[in-house]
T-cell receptor, first 112, second 114 residues
């Protein structure tokens, strides 16, 4: 059974810092991995999708990497801003499951 | 191209009533997934449907919950005789061709059971 773990569970940093969020998964037979953002009481905003054949994806200040063989992904946020404060979710598709398997998220606070 | 639509966005029910949640996938998408997010917990897969077929319902509680995706119209997640523990956000996602495709999420329905 696929399991996804996100570390750290919570993170608070001053504005302007670069930071890394980590995600690991137990079954490497995935189709893709996706990073989402969720604001309190809101829905999911897709940030980046990495197909299993890819190593990384970039969008603006965000960069996500995927090492499928070791079951790891990182989300790198450059020059963090208070507006980046949210919960960041990692989800994998495949690995024996039909739906996405989500981690519990990293709750990020960027201090002004 | 409109995104995935869910309604209602908020639903309040009393214990014992029925809740019906609707999901209209993106145009051209024939695969629908339902997820549940309980308070302070992660998102959990419930059920995967294609038109007129349930492909995988391994994440759905065995009793009181059912889902359908008819040939015409939206997908419906139905919860009978709701209990307080059913209070959660229910998200629907759709994908175009297969379970390997990217899933696009709707805004969710927040169910509160009084």
């Amino acid at each position: 059974k696929q399991e996804v773990t996100q570390i750290p569970a919570a993170l608070s940093v001053p504005e302007g810092e670069n930071l890394v969020l980590n995600c690991s998964f137990t079954d490497s037979a995935i189709y893709n991995l996706q990073w989402f953002r969720q604001d309190p009481g809101k829905g999911l905003t897709s940030l980046l999708l990495i197909q299993s054949s890819q190593r990384e994806q970039t969008s603006g200040r965000l960069n996500a990497s995927l090492d499928k063989s070791s079951g790891r992904s990182t989300l790198y946020i450059a020059a963090s801003q208070p507006g980046d404060s949210a919960t960041y979710l990692c989800a994998v598709q495949g690995g024996g499951a039909d739906g996405l398997t989500f981690g519990k998220g990293t709750h990020l606070i960027i201090q002004p | 191209n409109a995104g995935v639509m869910q309604n209602p966005r908020h639903l309040v029910r009393r214990r014992g009533q029925e809740a019906r949640l609707r999901c209209s996938p993106m145009k051209g998408h024939s695969h629908v997934y339902w997820y549940r997010q309980l308070p302070e917990e992660g998102l959990k897969f419930m059920v995967y449907l294609q038109k007129e077929n349930i492909i995988d319902e391994s994440g759905m509680p065995k009793e009181r919950f059912s889902a359908e995706f008819p040939k015409e119209g939206p997908s419906i997640l139905r919860i009978q005789q709701v209990v307080r523990g059913d209070s959660a956000a229910y998200f629907c996602a759709s994908s175009p061709l297969s379970r390997a495709d990217e899933q696009f999420f709707g805004p969710g329905t927040r169910l509160t059971v009084l």
